[in-house]
């Protein structure tokens, strides 16, 4: 015969109860971690070669006085322009003399033969060199050679550029274009005006 179990008594649960797993809460040992990080510090800072810098110690002769007024009485083969309003240019020759110089003044219709005329001998020579470049005579790389050797003469022109607040950015885009077609190869531009320059300069826009 068929054995019938019999229930443990409890009421109700019988063989279909199941038992609930116990959760144990969860714990992350970081003491190894912490361990390896502080081993991989210590690797690096005793490795690690600290950057010395460098220096390179100058020395400069000290120049004579009588240079240093040389230089101050005068600039050779300079022009000073200045950029100002109403697409107008104002121009010194050489170096800043209070009291003695004198400002021109020109636009941008005038200014290709003004600089052509300042630096007739540099112009003529580029001018050569650009027949013979057309003629192929000379290649593209002697052209270039031969071209800044004759810009870079010291009777060559030399161009300060100076633009004023009153002048339009275009108006230094035009002057630069100017050097190239000039023949001018020494030119730089400066946004600092000294205090004569600048009074030279309100006195000459009033007369615009």
Do not use: C, W
């Not at 210590?42 to 460098?54: C, E, N, R």
């Not at 007024?69 to 300079?78: G, R």
């Amino acid at each position: 015969m068929a054995e019938v179990q019999q229930g443990d008594g409890g009421g109700g649960g019988g063989r279909h109860q199941k038992k609930r797993a116990k959760k144990g809460s969860t714990h992350i040992d970081m003491t190894p971690m912490v361990d390896l990080a502080f081993l991989l510090l210590t690797f690096f800072i005793l490795t690690t070669t600290m950057y010395k810098p460098s220096t390179l110690q100058l020395t400069f002769p000290v120049p004579q006085e009588d240079q240093q007024q040389k230089a101050l009485d005068k600039v050779n083969n300079a022009l000073t322009v200045f950029l100002t309003k109403d697409d107008q240019i104002l121009y010194y020759r050489d170096a800043l003399k209070p009291g003695e110089t004198q400002l021109s003044r020109t636009d941008f219709s005038q200014i290709t033969k003004l600089l052509i005329e300042e630096n007739r001998s540099t112009f003529e020579q580029v001018q050569e060199l650009k027949r013979r470049y057309n003629a192929d005579e000379i290649d593209k790389l002697a052209y270039d050679s031969l071209r800044n050797n004759v810009e870079k003469k010291p009777e060559a022109l030399f161009v300060i550029i100076k633009p004023d607040v009153d002048a339009k950015y275009r108006n230094m885009i035009d002057m630069v274009d100017e050097m190239d077609i000039s023949g001018i190869g020494k030119f730089a531009v400066q946004d600092t005006i000294k205090p004569e320059e600048r009074l030279m300069i309100d006195a000459e826009k009033l007369k615009f």
